[in-house]
Nanobody, 128 residues
Framework: QVQLVESGGGLVQAGGSLRLSCAAS????????MGWFRQAPGKEREFVAA???????????DSVKGRFTISRDNTKNMVYLVYLQMNSLKPEDTAVYYC??????????????????WGQGTQVTVSS
């Protein structure tokens, strides 16, 4: 059974930080490009960040470059971890954040590639 389970969301003041985690299991996710998307109320889901299967390549939306960092840990037995460190948070970062996995793409193409697996989402709220 494939599962992507996000955690770490919450309420934070503008300028603060949060670290999101995604625990992926049920597939060999060490061979997948992993990423984060977000969806704000009344808006389309949008790409945030992606990381290659090896962890050596990353890509970010312009709106989060320099503030967010994606990383991954493929060393846990059968559970693959992906993190999103979010610093200098702004009210416009408020959204539900989703973990995503796709096998046949590059980090640069993840924003426009069909996603194989989605998590259920975690709410991030940034107050002004």
């Amino acid at each position: 059974q494939v599962q992507l389970v996000e955690s770490g969301g919450g309420l934070v003041q503008a300028g603060g930080s949060l670290r999101l985690s995604c625990a992926a299991s049920g597939r060999t996710f060490s061979t997948y490009v992993m990423g984060w998307f977000r969806q704000a109320p009344g808006k389309e889901r949008e790409f945030v960040a992606a990381i290659s299967s090896s962890g050596r390549s990353t890509d970010y939306a312009d709106s989060v470059k320099g503030r967010f960092t994606i990383s991954r840990d493929n060393t846990k037995n059968m559970v693959y971890l992906v993190y999103l460190q979010m610093n200098s948070l702004k009210p416009e970062d408020t959204a539900v954040y989703y973990c995503a996995a796709t096998k046949l793409t590059t980090v640069q193409a993840m924003a426009v590639t069909p996603i194989d697996y989605w998590g259920q989402g975690t709410q991030v709220t940034v107050s002004s």
